[in-house]
């Protein structure tokens, strides 16, 4: 596991608790993240998953709890100030512009990161260019890294879904995250693109070390890749610890395969 630079902080989540109607959706799970850890998020359809990711986010407000990012409370942040504090994610289903080319789609990931103005970008000023200039070379570099360079110029409708997954994933990296947070990233992906995605996430972590939060239904990718997994059921948490313990839990077994098995 990649130590991470130092000013990767760990995410902290202490005792969020989140209802719909009469509906528990989380009943108190807490975890770390350490930095520059791979934590993989699993648990059995409606265990509360994307539900305490889109906590995380900002997308939804706990009704109590916690979430630190490092001394940032998380909570008290709106969705778009999430991106400022050092967090990406993806979705499940993907968000690219097809219309664009897979080059301009990564470009968006900066956008929450730009100091020039809207007026500076319309008169197209000397910084604004510089900048650009800089965006353009950084992304360039990025789509090299992940095997995409031949696809740049290439409209995003044009191309295989699971070449979108890595164009979606390259989108997030642009952000420069420092917690990179994957929403069913394999969904949808043959078993030669899971394991090849699985590699490239495990490399970047190392190369640039930013920590993970991974949301799967694809145990072999959260398995491989993992460094501590945590595991939910009706929104709470039922074990967490490394990828193998995890596996051996009866609990978990019972989760996944019912208690005949």
């Known amino acids: 596991m990649s130590a991470g630079p130092p000013d990767v902080p760990a995410l902290q989540?202490?005792?969020?608790?989140?209802?719909?109607?009469?509906?528990?959706?989380?009943?108190?799970?807490?975890?770390?993240?350490?930095?520059g850890?791979?934590?993989?998020?699993?648990?059995?359809?409606g265990a509360g998953k994307t539900t305490l990711f889109n906590c995380i986010s900002r997308l939804y407000q706990p009704d109590s709890g916690q979430i630190t990012f490092g001394s940032t409370d998380l909570l008290a942040l709106s969705a778009d100030a999430v991106a400022d504090a050092g967090i990406a994610r993806t979705f499940q289903n993907i968000g690219l512009f097809p219309t664009l080319s897979v080059l301009d789609n990564i470009l968006t990931g900066a956008y929450s990161r730009t100091r020039a103005g809207f007026l500076a970008t319309a008169l197209g000023l000397p910084r604004t260019r510089r900048e650009e200039a800089d965006e353009q070379q950084e992304a360039w570099a990025l789509l090299e890294s992940m095997n995409l360079e031949h696809v740049g110029r290439e409209l995003a409708g044009n191309l295989p879904y699971g070449t979108l997954k890595r164009v979606e994933l390259a989108r997030a990296l642009m952000q420069r995250p420092r917690l990179l947070m994957l929403d069913e990233p394999a969904n949808g992906l043959i078993h030669e693109e899971v394991l090849e995605l699985a590699d490239t996430v495990r490399?970047?972590?190392?190369?640039?070390?930013?920590?993970?939060?991974?949301?799967?239904?694809?145990?072999?990718?959260v398995m491989s890749i993992s460094d501590r997994v945590v595991v939910l059921n009706f929104g709470q948490k039922v074990t967490e610890g490394e990828p193998a313990e995890v596996a051996a839990h009866p609990e978990v077994i019972e989760a996944y395969l019912g208690g005949a098995a």
């Open 203 to 221: 490399r970047l972590r190392d190369e640039r070390g930013f920590s993970v939060l991974l949301v799967e239904h694809h145990m072999a990718m």
């Open 13 to 35: 989540v202490s005792d969020v608790r989140l209802r719909f109607g009469g509906v528990v959706a989380l009943d108190g799970p807490s975890f770390t993240i350490e930095p």
């Open 37 to 45: 850890q791979i934590v993989g998020l699993i648990g059995p359809n």
